[in-house]
């Protein structure tokens, strides 16, 4: 039926789109029929070998069968015809054979069917009339009856599809001609012009306006087996298989006009409504998922949503890494998707993209294109109306969900933990199937298989940047040349490419598209990229391949594109613009520099709850830019001083802490991610390097040398003979292959390791280490000379000398000087004066064999005047010296006596209150909740582990309540004013998960919906708990009668609530899932309300909102930043795990 309709508003477009002409123009219409009535049909002559074939055209045929037609003017033999009629024509032909009729009339123009005499009927239209005589009168009655059933049911259609389209975007797209160009040309062998007119997929010839105004014309030709050629330069041929038509246009552009409007019209003809047809059997599909206009004839392949014209608009303009767009009326044997549409469907996929819209942001389908933008990206890009999976935020839980749901047909559950954020390139754990597309084609699940497939690349909801723009680079960069390029591939491309493997192609960056030419002539292009399709660009080192510089495009299809060219300024012209076009305008600093790879990647930060973000990074050597999600500046890690590096094995991904902060770069199997990991696997610091290669610390000194300093400084200082005994050999070695294989994974602690070995590594690490402190043999002779200066001169050319070292040497030199300094300071005990260290260190430093003096006089010289050399500060110096002697003096009464002394011993309960597990813990009046949970756990022997989130609990046996502490509430003043009934007790806090999930994806920190509420003391059997609207926002919480109420009937402020988990059950409480306000707004107006929810969900979006607004009320002053990192404070408080 509803093709139907496009049909008939098709035609009526086509037929009608002239009605506007006045009735005065009728008149000279009607006027002109009566002269030239007969003169009508043309005979277009082409049959076909056998009978007619109806199928030909789009619609069935109703009848058809021999008819007289009306004599031509003069004559009084009628002509037999071959009439045929469907829903939307009456045609006659010459003969049953012929393939073009010599008369269409459009249903839609008639205006009655009269029977007149001797078995004739005249066919009435508002201009003409045509006359038939059929062979008897049952023949007669037959049409008759046939075209007047027909007439009707064409004017019910109509009146439906006008009434439809009256509130729908539908009705703009109908008033939109389908007619695409109309007007005369000469038509070979004929003598007068024809009007041709292209509508929809079909050509209409007609013998002149008027006529096609009426509604009639002399045929039309369906153009799905048409071709379309230019001949000549006015000329131009239409073929069908059935005859070619060779027409001549005025001019040559208006031949070209005619080619270019055929040739759409032949392939909008090859389109066809099947695909359209079988995808709205599914009634859901008859909608637009986003505005609910009808007849919806695009689709959204990855999402999974049928769309109107508009929507589809709005989601191809979020880029194919969003929504893949697809259109309904593409070839059926292009589509393949329709088993996936049917089993979903529109409503069901809604039921988790659309779970939670405002009615102020639905869409309808008059909105404006503003509105579905806002929408669009909204639902789609944010994920902000979905429902979320009861896994979000667990990556590994959601994943494995993924891997066993892949296993089965519920391409729904699919659905929505993925765009929950599980991850389709995830690591199954089977060797065999790795990944969860060979799983699920493993088990038969072929439209598992299409979801996967369709979603391998997609960005999750919430990972954009704000919103897509930090996908378009703002500037207008253009550049033009010619670059060698290999054929794309799927991979990394290791290999090197000789020169030949390359082509010469002309290269266009131009409005963020990529596009290259077989040469600059070119009109078209043997290929194309968006550049927000690109997903990184690495620079190659010079020469490895055939032409000497050279870069690499990955795409986001996973695709490698390779270019080069021998002049070095060209290419590095390519890579300025093409970085510059890549990047958004606020990380221009990421290319701004002499950068291996530049691109985007997922990660998530310490806080975000494994939902990851899209981030931009640059890596050059050990230097890696970034600029985060929300950032407005370009941050700088330097490899080399990382805290810590992970790879996780299964899920590809890397973790990297910098300075504290914790950032997950998440992995998938594409050839740009593992270009990444290599990358910043060769940034780290590496132990067999020189100094400036090595793992740093902040201060730029190899974390070998760091670790091994501060542990003499602590253990050994006192040792007599420090630097000079030799230490067991194979445990040295030992030691320092551990630490050169990873200085920060290696804790040199006391009683394992001895005093003089770890003196000795240093000593061989100093020694052995690449170009050594003074930056090289050639460099270090200066250093040497300087003892044959003048004694007034030295210190000043050491200086000089100093600053000429690199910085990490220099820091080093630095160091080590300064911990020669206070090694000799305790020469008393340890027995190692200047000199005896410098005889030591000389050599070490200087690596040469020690016959030569000068390297230890130079030593004992740095060290004699260390402080004016490294310009150090006398009395930072002493501070230095006294914390030393302070920790020394520590750890020589603490190896004496045991532990500080006591404080209050409290009673606090691990996990559960019952004989035993009372442990008994000394606190003092400072300690904070989180503390006493802390100490709670070490005491009881408990490790943290991820996932865990434990909460001290003040627990009411009376009141069948409990609470857990804010962290920062001070937990002695707690225990102390605790009633008979209550204790202290530390456990994990079963809804914190939740609550941080929910949290997490939260808009607006406030709550708004019905709950059960009671304040009465109740009594055995009374029912007290009704329904009330509950408002909580940041300022207080409100109970409202009725949601037609304007004043609340109790209200509170957020400051003075106290929320505890679960309500008496002697107040009979209408579900188990309850919670207890105790409201101090004064001291004598204690109150207590009781607030029930309907289920454990509700819950806990109540508990998620009050928790969350408490961390506000603890820092009501602070900014809005601020009150995250304390929220994110507050959850690390509660999960020990960074
Ligand atoms: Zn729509």
């Known amino acids: 039926m509803a093709d139907n309709e496009n049909a008939l508003r098709a035609m009526q477009n086509c037929f009608h789109s002239q009605f506007s002409v006045d009735e005065a123009e009728y008149e000279d219409i009607e006027e002109n029929r009566r002269t030239s009535v007969e003169e009508d049909s043309i005979y277009l002559g082409c049959t076909l070998s056998q009978s007619f074939n109806p199928d030909i055209h789009h619609s069935p045929v109703i009848k058809m069968g021999w008819l007289h037609k009306t004599p031509p003017q003069g004559t009084l033999v009628f002509q037999k015809r071959w009439v ?21 009339i459009a249903i839609l123009s008639v205006t009655k069917v009269l029977n007149v005499g001797g078995q004739k009927f005249e066919v009435v239209t508002r201009n003409r009339t045509f006359l038939f005589r059929a062979e008897n009168n049952t023949v007669r009655e037959e049409w008759v009856s046939v ?19 009256s509130d729908t975007c539908g009705q703009r ?19 007068s012009k024809l009007y041709v007119v292209i509508c929809a997929d079909s050509v209409f010839l007609c013998r002149n306006a008027e006529e096609h105004s009426q509604g009639v014309g002399i045929t039309s030709i369906e153009m799905n087996l048409g071709a379309v050629k230019g001949t000549d330069k006015r000329s131009f041929n239409l073929t069908t298989i059935y005859r070619t038509f060779s027409f001549v246009a005025e001019s040559e552009q208006q031949r070209e006009q005619w080619v270019e409007a055929l040739q759409a019209c032949v392939s909008h003809s090859l389109s066809s409504n099947a695909v359209a047809q079988k995808i709205w059997s599914e009634e859901a599909n008859q909608r637009c998922a986003d505005c609910g206009a009808p007849h919806p004839d695009w689709a959204s392949v990855n999402l999974c949503v049928v769309l109107c014209k508009c929507c589809a ?3 191809r303009g979020l880029g194919q890494s969003v929504s893949k767009v697809r259109s309904l009326k593409m070839d059926e044997n292009a589509w393949t998707e329709n088993q996936l549409f049917l089993l979903l469907g529109n409503d069901k996929v809604n039921l988790f993209w659309a779970a939670n819209i405002p009615p102020s942001e639905m869409l309808c389908p008059s909105s404006d294109s503003e509105e579905r933008q806002r929408f669009v990206t909204a639902k789609y890009c944010q994920g902000k109306y979905r429902c979320y999976h009861a896994l979000f935020g667990q990556q590994e839980a959601l994943n494995k969900a993924l891997c066993n749901t892949i296993q089965t047909g519920d391409v729904l559950e699919t659905l929505s933990l993925v765009f929950c954020g599980a991850d389709v390139n995830c690591y199954t754990g089977d060797p065999e199937l790795p990944s969860p597309v060979s799983v699920a084609q493993h088990y038969g699940q072929t439209l598992q298989v299409e979801f996967l497939t369709h979603n391998h690349n997609t960005e999750l909801p919430g990972s954009r940047a704000g919103d897509h723009t930090i996908l378009e680079a703002a500037l207008p960069i253009s550049h033009t040349g010619y670059l060698f390029k290999t054929a794309s591939s799927t991979r990394a491309v290791t290999e090197r490419k000789s020169k030949g493997d390359f082509s010469r192609r002309w290269c266009s960056l131009n409005q963020g598209n990529f596009s290259y030419y077989e040469s600059e002539k070119s009109s078209s292009q043997s290929g194309q990229m968006k550049m927000s399709d690109v997903l990184c660009l690495v620079v190659n080192p010079q020469g490895k391949h055939g032409y000497g510089h050279s870069f690499e495009l990955y795409h986001d299809s996973g695709r490698v594109y390779l270019f080069g060219e021998d002049s070095p300024d060209t290419v590095r012209e390519w890579i300025k613009v093409i970085g510059k076009a890549l990047v958004p305008p606020v990380a221009e600093d990421l290319v701004g520099w002499s950068f291996e790879r530049v691109g985007r990647l997922r990660y998530t930060a310490g806080q975000s709850f494994h939902c990851p973000c899209l981030g931009w990074f640059s890596l050059g050597g050990s230097r890696l830019l970034l600029l985060l999600h929300g950032e407005d500046q370009v941050d700088n890690i330097d490899l080399r001083k990382l805290q810590e590096l992970s790879m996780e094995q299964e899920a590809a991904a890397v973790v990297l802490v910098d300075r504290g902060r914790r950032l997950r770069l998440e992995g998938d199997r594409r050839p740009d991610y593992q270009g990444w990991l290599s990358g910043i696997q060769q940034g780290l610091g590496r132990g067999d390097g020189p100094l400036d290669q090595q ?51 290696v804790r040199l602690s006391e009683g394992v390791c001895q005093v003089d070995n770890v003196a000795n590594v240093l000593k061989r690490f100093l020694r052995e280490v690449g170009e050594g402190v ?37 820091a080093t030199l630095g160091a080590v000087i300064n911990h020669l300094y206070c090694v000799q300071c305790f020469a008393d005990e340890n027995q190692m004066n200047m000199h005896n260290l410098a005889i030591v260190f000389g050599p070490t430093l200087f690596q040469t064999d020690g016959t030569d003096n000068s390297a230890g006089q130079v030593v004992e010289e740095l060290i004699q005047n260390y402080q004016d050399i490294f310009n150090v500060n006398a009395e930072q110096l002493q501070r230095q010296l006294d914390m030393i002697s302070h920790v020394i003096k520590a750890q020589e009464e603490h190896a004496e006596e045991g532990t500080p002394s006591p404080l209050t011993i409290c009673g606090i309960y691990l996990e559960r209150k019952e004989e035993g597990s009372e442990l008994l813990v000394q606190i003092s009046q400072a300690v904070s909740a989180e503390e006493l949970v802390c100490e709670v756990l070490r005491r009881g022997n408990i490790p943290p582990q991820q996932g865990d989130y434990w909460s001290c609990f003040l627990v009411n046996d009376n ?58 003391k109740g009594q055995r059997g009374k029912r007290t708990f009704s329904r009330r609207l509950c408002v909580l926002d940041g300022t207080s919480l409100r109970l409202y009668k009725e949601v037609k109420s304007t004043q609340p009937e109790r ?19 209408p579900s188990c899932w309850g919670m207890t306000v105790v409201c101090e707004q004064a001291e004598r107006d204690k109150q207590q309300w009781y607030l029930c929810c309907e289920s454990k969900n509700e819950l806990i979006k109540w508990l998620a909102t009050f928790m969350n607004l408490q961390v506000v009320s603890f820092c009501v002053t602070e900014t809005y930043s601020t009150f995250l990192s304390s929220l994110f404070d507050f959850f690390f408080s509660f999960s020990f795990f960074i």
């Open 84 to 104: 045929m009629l469907d829903a939307q024509y009456l045609r006659y032909f010459q003969n049953e054979k012929e393939v073009y009729s010599k008369r269409i």
């Open 147 to 165: 075209l007047k059933e027909t007439i009707q049911q064409h004017c019910n259609s109509m009146e439906k599809s006008l009434m439809n389209s």
């Open 173 to 191: 797209a109908s008033r939109v001609s389908l007619i695409s160009k109309q007007g005369y040309l000469e038509m070979s062998g004929l003598r």
């Open 313 to 315: 608009g709005v989601h």
């Open 695 to 745: 793992q740093l610390t902040e201060t730029e000194v190899p974390v070998i040398v760091d670790r091994c300093i501060s542990y003499i400084t602590q253990h050994g200082l006192k040792s007599e003979g420090i630097y000079r005994r030799c230490g067991v050999n194979s445990k040295i070695a030992a030691l320092l292959l551990s630490l050169r294989h990873d200085a920060r994974q």
């Open 774 to 810: 003074f930056n090289g043999h050639q460099a270090s002779l200066p250093w040497l000379h300087t003892t044959t200066v003048s004694e007034r001169e030295r210190v000043s050319q050491y200086k000089a000398l100093l600053h000429s070292l690199p910085p990490v040497n220099r």
């Open 959 to 1016: 009141q069948e309540m409990e609470r857990p502490l804010h962290y920062q509430e001070r937990a002695l003043a707690i225990y102390f004013s605790l009633g008979k009934d209550c204790h202290l007790v530390v456990k994990r806090n079963c809804y914190m998960e939740a609550m941080l999930i929910y949290i997490a994806a939260m808009v607006d920190v406030s709550r708004n919906s019905m709950i059960k509420f009671s304040d009465e």
């Open 1051 to 1069: 209200e509170c402020q957020v400051h003075a609530l106290k929320v505890y988990y679960g309500i008496k059950k002697r107040l009979q409480p």
